[in-house]
């Protein structure tokens, strides 16, 4: 299954930045390029006070920093360049991490995305639309989020497509910040199964792909999961994609590029239960030739040897 | 506000080591000058065992480890060649990190600074001291530390500037080892003003220098603390440094070098603030080119490019 | 004290990934011989459901993941090639840190010796067993282990060598993914003796070569628990190894290469012992200079610095 998407890890919750500069990014691009990307996803177009572009509402509203960088004006004109899809993520409060409630993230986006459509539209790589917010099942208030910011989204831009990437409440959800790798009480694939078919019904229509994380089941819990998760995104009309973390769960250090092999066996049972697409979170700290991780060059080695043989 | 100083972290907490030798710490000598750095402190000369300088005092009183390498002669040495105000960092016994009291930190310091001025007060470069105690507030026995021995290493060195780095005790003033990244109980602006005055009122005269570090408190936080710091400071007759960190503490990679816009705001929180000089924690690992961590590399090009929009 | 033997960290408990190829493997060889090692040690040949190699009995009776590369097989070619003597490390299934049986390690390697043994044991290169079960004090059923699988390793190898490496239960033996550095309930010197006597008087015939991991306790008790291990090896007819640890468990970042002072002052400790061989955990993430950690290469310089003052 080849990886032909990326997030763009710009407003970083946790992995640590690379300070790169305009340059670095042009070179990431087409990195990308040479081994089959087409999609690039702004994970998050601001996070709490922190913003990717200079935006008057954010700024006045939020009290958020001024950006050094447009990165969505630079990330939008390598993608011309480049001949990318880019994909906007919403902006993160911050609100609904702390309070359980998902207001803030849809009266905040209710601006943020006509300012950005009027600021980019007229971009032609922009292709499409993220719904950033990060759920898992019991997240409240999500359908109603989603439905409103996504019919939105497609409002103002003429019917372009929209995508989630939530995660599966495995053994391996825990806040990254903490000192545990796993915990007990994960979700079993029956209430998986039953949880999302509804959050897929609610959301059928203004949502056009999920793509669950791949990161917090065990390796041998994928196929069940993938298979179901497809049965589901048919069901309901969804495109069902991968998100193929390309960091490792498993290790204290929190977080370094995976092992190839760990990346092989997710991408394999994604192909095995036919799905659309698959992305990745992300490429430029964990898979590109120039990361400040040297793992990740490797890998790069280690996944272009993986597409030979998919020849 | 242009970073003119950088603390040297040979003897270290919890950064881990690069194991550079003579060469890469000329070469790093060379790149500090680069983007105008004329001031090295060394963050502290021993921290229990492990010592950067054959202390006869400290290897017979406390069992302290014969160092492969005098790193304080090599340091002073370097200093000379490129023009840097070498400051000396006293030792850290690690007894009051275990037992709240400050005596072992006097008691030991006592000897430390006569053998150290003796053997390398010399060197030309030999400009500073720098009381590695690092406190906050409710810090038992500081006042009385810092008013001992920087009144000693004045007598003894006819009067070189003394320096101090405390720290705020706001909500990210958590241990290293922790799995944590913030607390509850930070200390308010209007505790910190009344508990730092006390000790300002203290150490004045004895302390020609404070650098309180800037990573603790949230970025809005930084315009209201720096400015009464900057307040207290002049009103005790202290200079008021930044200790701007160049380290990430909102990441769960503790610690890897931090995203420049971060740096940013806090070096202009500085200079709004009217600040003396900024210094950081710390260059080597976190700014340099040829740091272990690539992302400081692309740190360092981006800091660069910040002094330019300064001229 | 010269190091001479390497583990290979190809089936990692906690130490994330390099996604070296063939190539990389082969050159690292050369990086070793090139400081004097002769011994390289396979860590595991399995965890849970990855392996090393392509075995049949553990795909089929644990479920294991077929592996993308027989490292196996790489691993003994490149030996032969750059005249290393290979030992093989057992299959670790898990079970015995999930539940303090060791029922399942015995009955997984009997199996798994004669199939390895089979498949490989033409190589020249193959010229040991590495039984490893991690185990230190209190490590039920450990003894019991050590005999079945160790006698059964030198019957079908014709008597070829085996080691182990266990822990010392000292303030640092902590697990790798927690929050914490050290513990309180570290085990007396007397008390080491007094177990660990017991153990070598279980397993002497059987083991030919212990190398203690040197990590877990505190610098300045190296020497006196070097000596202890020393005396009890001699007494009941073992080797006396030391796994001189390259990476630094005093950091919050779990683990970086160790700073060379540290692992100086473990070698020595060796040495003044009279140990009859170091080796390490492990050259290729911690002190080659193609380590994905560039301070690896750096540890390497620093020690081949101290090779020549030892000559």
Redesign the interface.
Known sequence: MKITGTFLDEI?H????????RK?WDADFQHMKNVGIDTVILIRSGYR??ITYPSDYLIKQY?C?Q??VDLVEQFLELSDKHGMNFYFGLYDSGHYWDSGDMTTEIDSNRHVIDEVWQKYGNHESFKGWYLSMEISRRTKGAIEAFQKLGQQCKDVSGGLPTLISPWIDGKKAVM??????TKADAVSLKEHESEWSEIFDGIKGVVDAVAFQDGHID??ELQDFFEVNKKMADKFGLQCWTNAESF?RD???????????KL??KLEAARKAGYDKAITFEFSHFMSPQS????AG??Y??YQ?YLKELL
């Open positions: 970083s946790d992995i640590p930045h690379q300070n790169w500069g670095e006070k922190f009290g920093y950006p050094p990254a910040a903490s000192g545990q790798l390796y041998h490792d290790m204290p250090i929190k977080f370094l590029p995976i092992k190839f092999e092989r066996l400040s991780y040297l793992q490797h890998l080695n280690r040897e």
